[in-house]
Each structure stands twice: as structure tokens, then as C-alpha cells.
T-cell receptor, first 114, second 112 residues
Framework: GENVEQHPSTLSVQEGDSAVIKCTYSDSASNYFPWYKQELGKGPQLIIDIRSNVGEKKDQRIAVTLNKTAKHFSLHITETQPEDSAVYFC?????????????FGKGTRLSVIA | DAGITQSPRHKVTETGTPVTLRCHQTENHRYMYWYRQDPGHGLRLIHY???????DKGEVSDGYSVSRSKTEDFLLTLESATSSQTSVYFCAIGTSRTDTQYFGPGTRLTVL
């Protein structure tokens, strides 16, 4: 089955700097890659996702890139702010005829230092 | 939280007792999922449902059962709770039209 590795497990950046979180996946059939942000005491919140027919996607300060050949994808946050501090999870799934279970990485705790 | 509620939000129970967690959605989504979150493990799939009375096992299904008698409710039951089932449990929902999943607020379960 699918295995998703996520690095680093913790990341500290100065406010205004960029943050990059990387994930690799094992199943070449995976075609959907979401990123979730989880604040303390809350459920994961979808912040951006990418599908295998796209190499890059941006939404304001957040971007995700996908390299299907190498089977890795990354989350990029620019101009970080204290409110970006949270745990971030990457995930992968094989979307076909319907919604399918996600396989998650173990998470990255991002701390933005003011 | 995309019209998803989980109850209870917190529960403390003793080893050997049965526990049922409830996920309720108002989105009329076909797919519902139960994941557990543990430090160092991320989120792992317990069971999921692809329609009323249609369920399947996930990666960590041992010790858990589920039921879905109507679209809006998905129940997770621990028949005889063990300390290894102390965790935070999240419900998620999704439609058949997209691959997106939305998560509920979670239930923190402690088994003493």
C-alpha cells in the first residue's frame, strides 16, 4: 500500500522568511495530494491540494509543487506570519470513481518566530 | 468544519467498557471516514463508509466496528476499550464528485 514520508518533523523560521515542507510517496498510482493545517485542539483544515495532471499550484502565500517522476511534492509558504504556526500534514490518495481514503505523512510542526 | 459535528468531544472511560463515538454531517456527502491521530503517527484510517450500510476496513481497524444506518451519521464503536485506543479520533466526509475530504473537530478519548 501507499506510504507517505514527510520532512522535517519540526521547522522554525523567522517571521517573513519562507518555509518548505517536503513529502515523498511510494504508490505511482496516487494522483491526489492535499495539504492540511492543524491548529491546536482543532481538526485538520485543507489549505491547498494538487492533482497529478498539474506541476504547481499557488494560492496567495502558499504553493505546492509536484514531481511525479521522483514521487515527491512540497509545500511552500512565503512571507511567513505568526498565524502560520501549526502542524502541517501532507497526504496522498488514488482518486478514481469516487472519494478514497487518504494516507498521511506524520506531520511537520511549524513555528514562526516573531 | 464543513457541517460536521462529533460527539462527545471529550471522553474518559475505563478499560473493558464499550464506547461509541458519533459523527454527524449536514452536507449529504456519500463518503465518511474515521481516522485516529497519535503522536508520531499522523492520521491513520480506521474504517470508512461509501454509502448507507456500506463500510470497509482501514489500516488500524482491529478492536473497532462501525455502522451507518443513514447518510448523515457514522458511528465508531470500541467494543471493549483498551489503553492503546487512547487517541484523538477524527471524522471526515467527502463526495463522489471530488477527491477532497473535510474533517470534523475531533473527539479526545482517554482509556484508563
Amino acid at each position: 500500500g501507499e506510504n507517505v514520508e514527510q520532512h522535517p518533523s519540526t521547522l522554525s523560521v523567522q517571521e517573513g522568511d519562507s518555509a518548505v515542507i517536503k513529502c515523498t510517496y511510494s504508490d505511482s498510482a496516487s494522483n491526489y495530494f492535499p495539504w492540511y493545517k492543524q491548529e491546536l485542539g482543532k481538526g485538520p483544515q485543507l489549505i491547498i491540494d494538487i492533482r497529478s495532471n498539474v506541476g504547481e499550484k499557488k494560492d496567495q502565500r502558499i504553493a505546492v509543487t509536484l514531481n511525479k517522476t521522483a514521487k515527491h511534492f512540497s509545500l511552500h509558504i512565503t512571507e511567513t506570519q505568526p498565524e502560520d504556526s501549526a502542524v502541517y500534514f501532507c497526504a496522498a490518495s488514488v482518486y478514481g470513481a469516487g472519494n478514497t481514503p487518504l494516507v498521511f505523512g506524520k506531520g511537520t510542526r511549524l513555528s514562526v518566530i516573531a | 468544519d464543513a457541517g460536521i459535528t462529533q460527539s462527545p468531544r471529550h471522553k474518559v472511560t475505563e478499560t473493558g467498557t464499550p464506547v461509541t463515538l458519533r459523527c454527524h454531517q449536514t452536507e449529504n456527502h456519500r463518503y465518511m471516514y474515521w481516522y485516529r491521530q497519535d503522536p508520531g503517527h499522523g492520521l491513520r484510517l480506521i474504517h470508512y463508509s461509501y454509502g448507507v450500510k456500506d463500510t470497509d476496513k482501514g489500516e488500524v481497524s482491529d478492536g473497532y466496528s462501525v455502522s451507518r444506518s443513514k447518510t448523515e451519521d457514522f458511528l465508531l464503536t470500541l467494543e471493549s476499550a483498551t489503553s492503546s485506543q487512547t487517541s484523538v479520533y477524527f471524522c471526515a466526509i467527502g463526495t463522489s464528485r471530488t477527491d477532497t475530504q473535510y474533517f470534523g473537530p475531533g473527539t479526545r478519548l482517554t482509556v484508563l
